[in-house]
C-alpha cells in the first residue's frame, strides 16, 4: 500500500469512527456555555480550555443540525456557539505518489482530511473586506475555516485555468479539480 493510501485509509478509518459516535439519540437536551471562536479556540464560561485532550474530546462528538451545533452524547444533546467553523486548518501540504496527487489539511486539534469529492473546498468573498474566506469539508457538515498562511501554502499550488475568458486558480487532489477564485474576485 502507497504512502497516500495508507494516510486515506486512516483517515476514512477516523471518519467511521466519528459517524457511529453521532447516532446517539439522547433523551434530556439543553445548551451549555461553550463557545467556539472564530479562531478555533474553545471557551467555557469565558474562559479558554487549556487542555488540548479535552477540546478533542468535545470535538469528538461535536454535532451540527442546520446552522447550530450540538455536543452530542449518549445521554445529552446540548447545544453551543460557533461564531465561525469549529475548526481551523493550519497546515496544508501537497503529497505526490507516481501520477496520483493528494492535498491534505491538518486542522488544530490535529486532524487531517485529504481534499476530495466529499471533502471539497469552498471560498466566500468577505462582503466588508472583499478577501476570500476558503472552508474545507471535514465530517458531518462540519467545516474548517483554512487559516490564511495555509490558504497562500494552497494559492502556491494552484495551476491558473482559463474559462470563459476569465482567469482561475485551481488545485488538483485525488483526480479531482477545486476552484480557489477568479481574477476577477
Same mark, same amino acid.
Given at each position: 500500500?502507497?504512502?497516500?493510501?495508507?494516510?486515506?485509509?486512516?483517515?476514512?478509518?477516523?471518519?467511521?469512527?466519528?459517524?457511529? %459516535?453521532?447516532?446517539?439519540?439522547? %433523551?434530556?437536551?439543553?445548551?451549555?456555555?461553550? %463557545?467556539? !471562536?472564530? #479562531?478555533?479556540?474553545?471557551?467555557?464560561? +469565558? %474562559?479558554?480550555?487549556?487542555?488540548?485532550?479535552?477540546?478533542?474530546?468535545?470535538? +469528538?462528538?461535536?454535532?451540527?443540525?442546520? #446552522?447550530?451545533?450540538?455536543?452530542?452524547?449518549?445521554?445529552?444533546?446540548?447545544?453551543?456557539?460557533?461564531? #465561525? !467553523?469549529?475548526?481551523?486548518?493550519?497546515?496544508?501540504?501537497?503529497?505526490?505518489?507516481?501520477?496520483?496527487?493528494?492535498?491534505?489539511?491538518?486542522?488544530?486539534?490535529?486532524?487531517?482530511?485529504?481534499? #476530495?469529492?466529499?471533502?471539497?473546498?469552498?471560498?466566500?468573498?468577505?462582503?466588508?473586506?472583499?478577501?476570500?474566506?476558503?472552508?474545507?469539508?471535514?465530517?458531518?457538515?462540519?467545516?474548517?475555516?483554512?487559516?490564511? &498562511?495555509?490558504?497562500?501554502?494552497?494559492?502556491?499550488?494552484?495551476?491558473?485555468?482559463?474559462?470563459?475568458? &476569465?482567469?482561475?486558480?485551481?488545485?488538483?487532489?485525488?483526480?479531482?479539480?477545486?476552484?480557489?477564485?477568479?481574477?476577477?474576485?
Amino acid at each position: 500500500m502507497s504512502g497516500i493510501e495508507q494516510l486515506i485509509a486512516s483517515i476514512e478509518a477516523s471518519e467511521i469512527e466519528h459517524s457511529a %459516535r453521532l447516532e446517539w439519540k439522547p %433523551r434530556q437536551q439543553g445548551e451549555i456555555d461553550i %463557545r467556539i !471562536a472564530a #479562531d478555533g479556540n474553545w471557551y467555557h464560561e +469565558g %474562559r479558554k480550555f487549556q487542555r488540548e485532550s479535552l477540546t478533542k474530546l468535545f470535538a +469528538g462528538v461535536l454535532r451540527r443540525e442546520n #446552522d447550530e451545533y450540538f455536543l452530542i452524547t449518549p445521554v445529552e444533546k446540548l447545544r453551543i456557539e460557533v461564531e #465561525d !467553523a469549529p475548526f481551523v486548518a493550519t497546515l496544508v501540504e501537497q503529497l505526490d505518489d507516481g501520477d496520483r496527487r493528494a492535498i491534505v489539511f491538518t486542522t488544530n486539534i490535529g486532524e487531517r482530511i485529504v481534499l #476530495d469529492r466529499e471533502h471539497p473546498i469552498r471560498v466566500e468573498i468577505d462582503a466588508d473586506s472583499g478577501e476570500p474566506r476558503p472552508y474545507i469539508m471535514l465530517r458531518n457538515g462540519l467545516e474548517a475555516l483554512i487559516s490564511r &498562511r495555509a490558504f497562500f501554502d494552497l494559492a502556491n499550488m494552484a495551476e491558473e485555468r482559463q474559462r470563459d475568458g &476569465r482567469d482561475y486558480l485551481v488545485v488538483t487532489s485525488m483526480g479531482e479539480e477545486f476552484e480557489l477564485g477568479s481574477s476577477d474576485e
